[in-house]
């Protein structure tokens, strides 16, 4: 039996069974994005089918996105570049004229870095309340000595910040070592740990892993510490990871890993072996990961050139583009005239469920205690689809005014729709003692619930 926790007001989303204590006919489901349209081709001529390395940054008045344009050779300096864009909805990207670095005899260009750590370069908005205007922003980038292999872990990342988010200034010395860092590495102030913590790559026997460290002040950092995975979960290539924050939903840590199959190659004209897709998985403490989802949050699909190799890439970052929908952010056509980046919307909240179908099925919650008036519910029912809660007892017996029998039929479709007993009864008694929800499910879906005011 699965002890008591508090949740307070804050929104738990069904990604994992962490909330669950038995469930009858009833399944976690993943719910793949819905792909939208193409919201950047990289076709300037400071820009290849090298492209890639996304980072996306949303802020009250605008959406930054941050690029690697051009990656024409790894070892050449001068081939790589960091491009920025802006958007006032995340639908829409403009290539502001920055006129910082030339490329052919013009700066008009969007180029923001030019060298060896453009290769990678993932910028953050430090969200810590100690951080000064000119580190408002943060960044990343770096892969290490080239002459070493990067099965070695022998690689290092330096450090940058910026009050603008367009002029970078880098640290003297790098700040992270020991990784295979040519990857998108993933960096954030963790408002949970109220620390940095940065998310890269490694090796572990030949295979691509993530791991973590963290920081108090973005400059000295601890030693790394592998993700960790339920046992039985297999270690698979994970080229990327794009760990977030959930927002609005902070205390869970979600990753949308690159899951590269090195050894399989579908379209014939690539130059290169493996094809890839995106998967997602979750966390509550930034370390161990829950993987109930094994199958992909994002598959290639039926163009060609996304079964060729890294492509599949999930962008850093989650935007609220409309009130009840998230946008993230996907790479396409890799080494292609076309390598664009696609939008990909998620129902807010939505990225798995309890799902049961036409003959019903029902979950109990382990024992909570909360602290809000009502309990409301991120769901979805079929036109005879329904919801029903029942309140609970910590010892699993119903609560007078508070059963199965209590309440009428939800149904419909919203993202916060309160739950009431006997025609408008709330939860106020109930509120700080110990109970457990029973949903009853008929052809729906339960994403997220939460309790408010």
Known sequence: MKHTVEIGTRVEMFVD???????????????????????????????????????????????????????LRD??????????????????????????YEHEGSKDNNIILVGTDAHNFSPFLDESPDAPPQLRFKAVAGVGPKAQSIYLNQGFLNGYYSSDGIHWHKWDEPILHNGAFDSLNVA???????????????????????????????????????????????LEQFYTNATVQCPGAEHMYLSFPMRIVPERKKNRKSLYPGVS????????????????FMEAWVRPGTDPNNWIDRNQMVARGIVETAPDEFSLYISEHYRCSDSRLRR???????????????????????????????????????????VKVEVQDASGDPIDGFTIDDM??????SISEAVKWNGGHGLEELK??????RFVLKDADLFAIRTGN
């Not at 070892?75 to 910082?100: H, K, M, N, W």
């Not at 700080?432 to 929800?437: D, I, L, T």
């Open 17 to 71: 069974d962490w909330l669950i204590e038995e469930m009858k006919g009833a399944k976690l489901k993943l719910n793949p994005p819905v792909k939208r349209e193409t919201v950047l081709v990289l076709d300037r001529p400071w820009e290849d089918g090298a492209g890639c390395f996304f980072s996306v940054i949303p802020e009250p008045d605008r959406i930054r996105l941050y690029y690697r344009g051009a990656c």
């Open 344 to 386: 990909l919307t998620v129902r807010k909240h939505g990225f798995a469920s309890v799902n049961a179908g036409y003959d019903g099925g029902e979950f109990v919650t382990r024992p909570v205690v909360f602290a809000g008036n009502r309990l409301f519910l991120n769901y979805s029912t079929s036109a005879v689809g329904s």
């Open 188 to 234: 954030f102030w963790d408002t949970n740990a109220k620390e940095y913590r940065c998310y890269s790559r490694y090796f572990e026997d030949k295979t691509r892993a993530v791991q973590v460290a963290s920081s108090t002040d973005f400059v000295h950092w601890g030693e790394h510490r592998p993700n960790r995975y339920a046992e039985g979960v297999p």
């Open 432 to 437: 700080g003692e110990p109970v457990r929800f």
């Open 277 to 292: 897709d995106a998967v997602m998985m979750s966390s509550r403490d930034g370390l161990h990961w829950d993987r109930p």
């Open 75 to 100: 070892t050449d300096d001068d081939t790589q570049v960091t491009c920025y864009a802006e958007s006032e909805d995340g639908i829409r990207f403009e290539r502001p004229s920055l006129g910082l």
């Open 408 to 413: 009428d039929d939800m149904y419909g479709d």
